[in-house]
C-alpha cells in the first residue's frame, strides 16, 4: 500500500475488525479545512476504545500513512486520531452522546449561545 491509498476504508475495516459501535462517517470537505472526514465511533469500555485506537493507529502506519498525532489515550473515555485527511473520533458512548458530534459537524451553522442572543 502506499500514501496514494484510500485511507477511510482502512480506517473502517480497522474498527470493524475489533466490533466498534455505531460507526459514523462525516464528509466535512465544505465544513471545514483541516480535514476531509471524520469518523466518529463507539467502544463498549476504556479498553475497547483504546483498543480501537491502536487498531487504527496500525492500518494507517500500514498503509505508509501514520498518524499526525493523538489524543486521549490515558483515560480511554475520548481518543482522537489525527491522520490528516481522516479525523477518527472513537467514544465511550456516554462520552459521545454528551458531546454529540455528529449534529455539530452535520449542522454547522447552528451556534446555540448566538441563536438564543438573537430570539431575545
Do not use: C
Not at 40 to 54: F, M, P, W
Not at 65 to 92: A, Y
Amino acid at each position: 500500500m502506499s500514501a496514494d491509498t484510500p485511507l477511510l476504508p482502512q480506517v473502517i475495516d480497522a474498527l470493524e475488525e475489533l466490533k466498534a459501535q455505531n460507526i459514523t462517517e462525516l464528509d466535512v470537505r465544505d465544513v471545514t479545512s483541516m480535514a476531509d472526514y471524520m469518523v466518529i465511533a463507539s467502544g463498549t469500555s476504556n479498553r475497547h476504545v483504546k483498543a480501537l485506537a491502536d487498531n487504527v493507529v496500525e492500518a494507517a502506519k500500514k498503509a505508509e500513512h501514520p498518524p499526525i498525532g493523538t489524543e486521549g489515550e490515558d483515560t480511554g473515555e475520548w481518543i482522537l486520531v489525527d491522520l490528516g485527511d481522516v479525523i477518527v473520533h472513537l467514544m465511550l458512548p456516554a462520552t459521545r452522546e454528551f458531546y454529540d458530534l455528529e449534529r455539530l459537524w452535520r449542522n454547522p451553522d447552528h451556534h446555540p449561545n448566538r441563536d438564543q442572543q438573537t430570539d431575545a
